[in-house]
């Protein structure tokens, strides 16, 4: 008869622990910020995750057929492609709460409800606290990037106020508006090569605006508004012609997007 071998106590218990610090040491499929514990990311970073990205968005009108929150939205998403691009990176919370112009009386969009604005000086402060943080974290590369226009000199102020505070050390801060770039007159260049006149392309919530944003998060648009056939014009806060936007078209924006933010921040990573 044969004599069935049982582990002992002290190996069971082995084993159990090993199973247990696996478990432990197992890291989401993520690359955001928010979806890891404490310790997670602090193993992440030890790892060599040393580059972290805080994409900036903020909360505007878009036309009646987008949402407020689209630079939002659209910024996160493309953030974690471009993190995942470059391999290494982490993305932080979006910034939502951005300069948007006047509150009285209202210039710009705040003539629109849902706009939210604070001041330039405040923005600042909060781009730099965010960065700071990230620092002390363990973050060695902090990268810039923002989805509206408004906004682009205040991420340079800001990345340059902290690279000259960091001299002596290892850390560097890069704003990136190489994404905006792209986003903006890299795209708009690619539409009208491909026979779509620069009055329809437009510059706010219109083909090139709108067709991003299909191909980023279509829950975004209201589909309903665009197959209306109703031509907005700036009193409805479209600046151009959104009605033949199209997820294919916004496709090959958000392709140049990430390919030439991922090569900036390269560029930036290698002459720090």
Known sequence: MKRILRPSGALL?????????????AVPNTVFLLDLTWTELRNAIRSGTTTVIIPVGGTEEN????????????VRILAARIARALGNAIVAPVVAYVPEGRIHPPTGHMGFPGTITIPVGAFESLLEGAA???KSAGFRDIVLIGDHGGYQRELKIVADRLNRRWARTDVRAHAILQYYRASYDGFN?????????ASEIGTHAALADTSLMLAVDPSVVRGDVLKSGIK??????????PRRASAALGELGVKMIVRRTVAAIRAAMTRR
Not at 63 to 74: E, F, T
Not at 232 to 241: I, P, Q, R, S, T
């Open 13 to 25: 218990l082995f084993f159990l622990l090993l199973k247990a610090s696996t478990a432990l040491a």
């Open 63 to 74: 036309g009646p057929q987008m949402a407020l929150g689209k630079h939002d939205v659209r």
């Open 132 to 134: 700071r943080s990230m």
């Open 189 to 197: 260049r690619l539409l009208e090569r491909r026979g779509y006149p």
């Open 232 to 241: 907005f014009g700036a009193k409805d806060g479209v600046y151009g012609d």
